[in-house]
């Protein structure tokens, strides 16, 4: 990637960086946005409907509810296509259960882990 594009890239990503209080909201309300932006549940208020429009791209968000879950789907978005691309490249989750020696040595994962058998 390209040096301007990737300070173009890591502002993009600070935008869509939730606060702490929109992580809050998404926390407490996660089922009835997704529920909501799926279809699964009908709006049933002039709110609720442009929260829909919003989530399809048609509106603008108005609201810390449109805000919050906008920018989380965005979050998701990013997080998905980190993993895609670690994945891509061969980059392997850390497995703290199954040492395998490229990260800890048998006997400093033992010595992390005394109650742990790897065997």
């Given at each position: 990637m390209e040096e301007g594009r990737d300070e173009e890239v890591t502002q993009m990503d600070q935008l869509y960086e939730l606060t702490a209080a929109e992580r809050n909201l998404v926390n407490n309300n996660i089922d009835f946005y997704t529920s909501l932006s799926s279809g699964k549940r009908k709006p049933k208020?002039?709110?609720?409907?442009?929260?829909?429009?919003?989530?399809?791209?048609?509106?603008?968000?108005n609201t810390m509810h449109e805000l919050a879950f906008i920018k989380y789907r965005m979050e998701l978005i990013a997080f998905q296509k980190e993993e895609k691309k670690r994945k891509e490249q061969g980059v392997r989750e850390f497995e703290p259960d199954h040492p395998d020696g490229t990260w800890f040595t048998n006997n400093d994962w033992e010595k992390l882990h005394p109650n742990k058998s790897h065997y």
């Open positions: 208020t002039e709110a609720q409907r442009h929260f829909l429009l919003v989530c399809k791209g048609k509106a603008k968000a």
